[in-house]
């Protein structure tokens, strides 16, 4: 006799390797129905972060069919779609990663309650992290609230082996009425983007564990080295696969470990990098309020401005007049990507240089970024802007050229991102302007801007306020 089926409810975990969700669903040989549900929570997505959704999942789609399974697409409410599902192929168990923002935790409990009153079994299982983020606690019972001891406490704790994607994916019979992702158009919001951005996107399990390999046959000696340099290609890339699960971080982990036990120099400075995205879903998870507000309340009278003006304009746009600044800005709306260094620097410069509210930052890094990830995006600006635990010093406002002549000396990654000014400017300066809105107005032949700001006296008034906050 068969098993009633298990549907595997498939969220950030678009892979079938070291999936202990999919796998729960498979034991004793049940029949899977993967099944995707575009309901408001996904519907909320930025425009880069849905358009990279649709891609992993129509890979992953494909993916499931080489193995005998396929996907169901289902729009609108969870729990209504999940319950469908359920009664049309006698499904009796949802198996599905458990969630860390607030408002996933809200949609799952309902679902949760309603799944478990219709006498169905919810099954939540770890999401896609290395450690427990609730589990993890000081000798005193607490959660950590600084980096470094977190780390010290994590260096050490046992991390399960990766385990193989399953063979065969045994399908029930009678396939639930699926829509066709197509139909969704959730690359809309990108408009003409669309092409320019795909180009930059590396989709999918098997692309994610190539590029592991890359980083790890070819990076990662130079990483501790060369990780600052935006013009260098030295860091792994692997955030944007990270984000939408098509790795686990368990693989990561155990690259990161071989690589430190055949003594190459970069293994534990990448190993503590995975770790930082850790501690993001650890303050997540124990302080959700993180994501939404100061994590210190003592910011809540601080005088950022939310405005959003025509200076905030300019930082969207890289038309701010500080090169390094609005190289980043376009490498991000190109991209969807920014190196870490110019996430911490547009970052500095948006809420110090500019004094503006960090959730403006905040906000339009999750429109553009394809690595969208709301644990270290918030732990990320709240850092960068002194609001957060473990926060950069009040003092330290990035110098956008100070930084400059340290990690791009040569201007070269400045010259490969502002086309204005240049007389062959490189193909992807000038994608910037194939992909920004018509209403920006902006063109290659433009003349570079002068510094919206006086960077001294901006510098001065930042410092003169946080102080005061300080005291
Ligand atoms: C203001 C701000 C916003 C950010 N927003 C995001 C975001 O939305 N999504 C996101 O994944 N990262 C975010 N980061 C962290 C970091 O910039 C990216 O993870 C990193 O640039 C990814 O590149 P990589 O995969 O090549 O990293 P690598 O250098 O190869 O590092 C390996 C992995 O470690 C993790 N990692 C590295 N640095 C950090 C960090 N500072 N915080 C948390 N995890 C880290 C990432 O998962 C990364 O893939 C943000 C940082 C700042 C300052």
Same mark, same amino acid.
């Given at each position: 006799m068969q098993h009633k089926p298990a549907i595997w409810w498939i969220r950030r975990d678009l892979r079938l390797a070291d999936n202990p969700n999919l796998m729960r669903a498979i034991q004793r040989g049940r029949p899977v129905i993967p099944v995707y549900v575009l309901d408001e929570r996904e519907e909320a997505l930025g425009a880069a972060a849905s358009l990279r959704l649709m891609l992993g999942l129509k890979t992953l789609a494909k993916t499931l069919e080489s193995k005998g399974s396929y996907l169901i697409f289902r729009r609108g409410d969870a729990l209504t779609h999940l319950r469908a599902v359920a009664q049309h192929s006698g499904a009796d168990t949802v198996c599905a990663a458990r969630a860390f923002d607030p408002a996933d935790i809200q949609r799952d409990t309902r679902v949760t309650d309603g799944l478990r009153g219709d006498g169905m079994q919810m099954d939540w299982g770890p999401g896609n992290l290395l450690f427990d983020p609730l589990g993890v606690q000081t000798g005193a019972g607490q959660y950590y609230r600084v980096y470094t001891p977190y780390w010290r406490a994590v260096r050490g704790l046992e991390v399960p082996d990766p385990v193989a994607a399953p063979g065969k994916i045994a399908s029930p019979d009678g396939r639930a009425p699926s829509d066709s992702i197509d139909a969704w158009h959730m690359d809309a919001a990108m408009n003409r983007g669309t092409a320019i951005l795909t180009q930059h996107c590396v989709v999918g399990e098997e692309s994610a564990l190539d590029r592991l390999h890359h980083f790890t046959e070819e990076k990662i000696a130079a990483y501790a080295a060369d990780r600052d340099f935006p013009a260098v290609d030295a860091t792994s890339g692997l955030s944007? @696969?990270?984000?939408?699960?098509?790795?686990? =971080?368990?693989?990561?982990?155990?690259?990161?470990?071989?690589?430190?036990?055949?003594?190459? =120099?970069?293994?534990?400075?990448?190993?503590? #990098?995975?770790?930082?995205? #850790?501690?993001?879903?650890?303050?997540?998870? @124990?302080? =959700?309020?993180?994501?939404?507000?100061n994590w210190r309340d003592k910011w809540d009278s601080f005088p950022w401005s939310t405005e959003e003006d025509e200076q905030v304009l300019a930082w969207k746009q890289g038309r701010t007049g500080v090169d390094l600044v609005d190289a980043a800005m376009r490498e991000l709306y190109v991209t969807g990507r920014m190196h870490n260094r110019l996430r911490m620097l547009t970052a500095s410069f948006l809420t110090k240089h500019m004094m503006k509210h960090w959730k403006i930052g905040l906000d339009w890094f999750a429109d553009c970024l394809i690595d969208w990830d709301p644990a270290s995006n918030a732990m990320g600006w709240q850092w960068v802007a002194g609001s957060g635990p473990d926060a950069a010093p009040f003092f330290r406002i990035f110098s956008p050229f100070r930084q400059q002549e340290r990690f791009d000396p040569k201007s070269a990654y400045v010259a490969h991102w502002l086309a204005e000014g240049q007389r062959t400017p490189s193909a992807q300066a000038l994608a910037f302007f194939e992909a920004c809105p018509r209403s920006w107005d902006m063109r290659a032949d433009d003349l570079r801007p002068l510094p919206i700001l006086d960077l001294k006296a901006a510098r001065q008034r930042a410092l003169d306020a946080y102080s005061q906050n300080s005291q």
């Open positions: 944007e @696969n990270l984000a939408w699960g098509e790795i686990s =971080p368990i693989r990561l982990w155990h690259a990161g470990q071989r690589a430190m036990a055949q003594g190459r =120099p970069g293994a534990e400075t990448f190993l503590k #990098e995975v770790v930082w995205r #850790e501690f993001a879903y650890h303050l997540a998870a @124990n302080t =959700p309020q993180i994501m939404t507000g």
